[in-house]
C-alpha cells in the first residue's frame, strides 16, 4: 500500500490517478497511523511552501521522520522535494525536513517565473533506480516559481536560468521537481520504478 | 532546455466536442476523453476544453465531461468556459482538471483570481483576454468577444499577474479565424510586459504561423484548434516542422 499524504493543499487525485493507473494500491489520508502503516509514502505537492506547515501540525512531519529511518522509500513532489530540504524563501519560517542542507529560492531574474512547461532532464547518476530506463533529454512537465539548488544527491539536472535539481536521490530518499503524473509516458515510468522498489 | 508547447483545445457543448478538432482525421463531433488523449498521444504538450456553452442547466454535464476526460490523460488538463466563482473551479478542480481558464468573470471582479491563486495556486490560474485592436492599441472584450471591457490589455494583462495569475491565454479577435497568422505584435507586448509565460492563440493558417509567434511574437506556448485543414497530418508533423526551424519542442514525444 502506497500512502499519498493529504495536506489540504491542492490536487492529490491525479497522483492518485497514476498510480491507479499502474495498479498500485493506494490510499489518500491525513491519518499518521495510515501513513506509519505503508509500505511506502508518496507527499505531493502543489502551492505554497507554506502549507507544510500543516504536517507539523498533524503530527505527520514525526511520523514521516521515522518511517524514512526505518528505510520505507518515500517520494516528494514539487512543494514535496522542496519540503525535504532546510526551508525555502518562499516561507522563511517554515521549516523543511533538512534531509539535505540549502534552502529553495526564487529563480534568477531574466526568466519568466514561475517555471512552467516540458523541460529536458540532464541526468547525472545513471544508476539511479528512480529514472531506471529514462533516457537523458527525456521531456518532464514542470510548474514551479522556487528551485532546489544542485545537491551531492542531485541524479538529474534541468536548464533554467542556470542548472538546478530535478531529482534527488539518496538511498530510501527520492524527490522529483516536476509532476510525473502529468508527464506522459516518461512521468509514468518515473512513478512505476518508485512502486517497483 | 525548456520547450516551447503546443496545447490541443476542444471545444466542448453539451458533453460533446463540435469543432476545432481536424487533428486527426475525426468527426468534427466527438468525445472529449477519446480526442483528448488521442491528441496527448499524437504529441499535444497539454489539452484545454472549453466550454463554449456553459450555461448553468449544463454544468453538471461538464463536471461528468471533465471527470472522463482527466481520467485517462497523464499531461495538463485545463477547462475553461463559464467559470465565475470559487465554487466553480473547485468543482472543476475536484473532477480532474490542473487549471482553470477564466476571462469575463476575471475582469467583472478581478479579485476571483487572487481568491483561486490562494486556495489553488496560481500556476492553476490562466487568465484569458480576447483582445482587439483600436486606434490607441489592444482592447480586452468579453462575453466571448461581444462587450468591450474599456481595459487596455497590455495594462489588464499585467495586473491579472500581479493579482495572481499564472499564465497568460491570449486570443486575437482580429485574427481568430482568418487563417492569416497570429498576431505577432500583439503577443509581443504581452509576453514583454508580463513575466508570466503567453499562450498565443488567434489565426493561425501554417505551421510557419507557429514559428513566427514563437520567434517574433516571444510566445511560450500556442493553441491549435484546428489544423488539420491547411495540411498537416497531426501535431506531431507540425512539431518536427517547428524543431527543424530552431524551435525547441518535446519531440518525439
Not at chain 1, 512531519?61 to 525555502?88: D, H, K, N, Y
Not at chain 2, 471545444?11 to 486527426?24: E, I, M, N, P, S
Not at chain 2, 490562494?118 to 482587439?132: E, L, P, T
Request: glycine share 10%.
Amino acid at each position: 500500500m502506497i500512502a499519498i499524504v493529504d495536506y489540504k493543499a491542492g490536487n492529490l487525485a491525479s497522483v492518485k490517478k497514476a498510480f491507479d493507473h499502474l495498479g498500485a494500491e493506494t490510499v489518500v489520508t491525513a491519518s499518521p497511523d495510515e501513513v506509519e502503516r505503508a509500505e511506502k509514502i508518496v507527499l505531493p505537492g502543489v502551492g505554497h511552501f507554506a502549507a507544510t506547515k500543516a504536517l507539523d501540525e498533524s503530527g505527520l512531519r514525526e511520523t514521516i521522520l521515522t518511517c524514512i529511518e526505518r528505510g520505507v522509500p518515500f517520494l516528494g513532489i514539487c512543494v514535496g522535494m522542496q519540503w525535504m530540504l532546510a526551508s525555502s524563501e518562499e516561507a522563511p519560517d517554515v521549516h523543511g525536513l533538512a534531509l539535505w542542507p540549502g534552502e529553495c529560492s526564487r529563480f534568477p531574474s531574466g526568466v519568466k517565473s514561475p517555471h512552467v512547461g516540458w523541460n529536458s532532464l540532464q541526468i547525472r547518476d545513471g544508476l539511479s533506480r528512480l529514472l531506471r530506463g529514462v533516457g537523458d533529454g527525456t521531456f518532464v512537465y514542470f510548474t514551479h516559481s522556487y528551485r532546489v539548488p544542485l545537491l551531492t544527491s542531485t541524479v538529474a539536472a534541468y536548464e533554467y536560468g542556470g542548472e538546478f535539481s530535478a531529482v534527488i536521490e539518496y538511498e530510501n530518499m527520492f524527490g522529483l521537481q516536476f509532476h510525473p503524473e502529468k508527464s506522459g509516458s516518461a512521468g509514468l515510468s518515473i512513478l512505476e520504478n518508485f512502486f517497483a522498489l | 532546455m525548456l520547450t516551447k508547447r503546443i496545447i490541443a483545445c476542444l471545444d466542448v457543448d453539451a458533453g460533446r466536442v463540435v469543432k476545432g478538432t481536424q487533428f486527426l482525421k475525426l468527426r468534427d463531433a466527438g468525445d472529449p476523453a477519446e480526442l483528448a488523449a488521442a491528441h496527448s498521444a499524437a504529441g499535444a504538450d497539454e489539452v484545454v476544453l472549453l466550454d463554449i456553452t456553459a450555461t448553468h442547466q449544463k454544468r453538471a454535464t461538464l463536471i461528468a465531461t471533465v471527470k472522463r476526460t482527466a481520467h485517462e490523460l497523464f499531461v495538463p488538463f485545463t477547462v475553461g468556459g463559464g467559470v465565475r466563482t470559487l465554487k466553480d473551479a473547485g468543482a472543476i478542480f475536484d473532477a480532474g482538471a490542473d487549471k482553470i481558464s477564466i476571462n469575463s468573470a476575471a475582469i467583472a471582479d478581478p479579485s476571483l483570481i487572487t481568491c483561486i491563486a490562494q486556495r489553488f495556486g496560481s500556476q492553476a490560474v490562466i487568465v484569458a483576454i480576447d483582445a482587439k485592436r483600436n486606434e490607441n492599441g489592444f482592447q480586452a472584450w468579453t462575453g466571448g468577444g461581444r462587450v468591450a471591457s474599456g481595459r487596455e490589455a497590455v495594462a489588464w494583462a499585467k495586473e491579472a499577474e500581479d493579482r495572481g495569475a499564472g499564465e497568460i491565454l491570449l486570443t486575437s479577435m482580429d485574427r481568430d479565424g482568418t487563417k492569416e497568422g497570429f498576431d505577432c505584435e500583439l503577443t509581443r507586448a504581452i509576453s514583454r510586459a508580463a513575466r508570466i509565460p503567453v499562450i498565443a492563440s488567434g489565426g493561425a493558417g501554417s505551421a510557419e504561423d507557429f514559428v513566427h509567434v514563437f520567434r517574433e511574437g516571444a510566445a511560450d506556448a500556442a493553441l491549435a484548434a484546428s489544423i488539420f485543414h491547411f495540411g498537416l497530418s497531426s501535431i506531431s508533423e507540425l512539431k518536427r516542422h517547428l524543431l527543424v526551424a530552431g524551435i525547441p519542442m518535446r519531440y518525439p514525444c
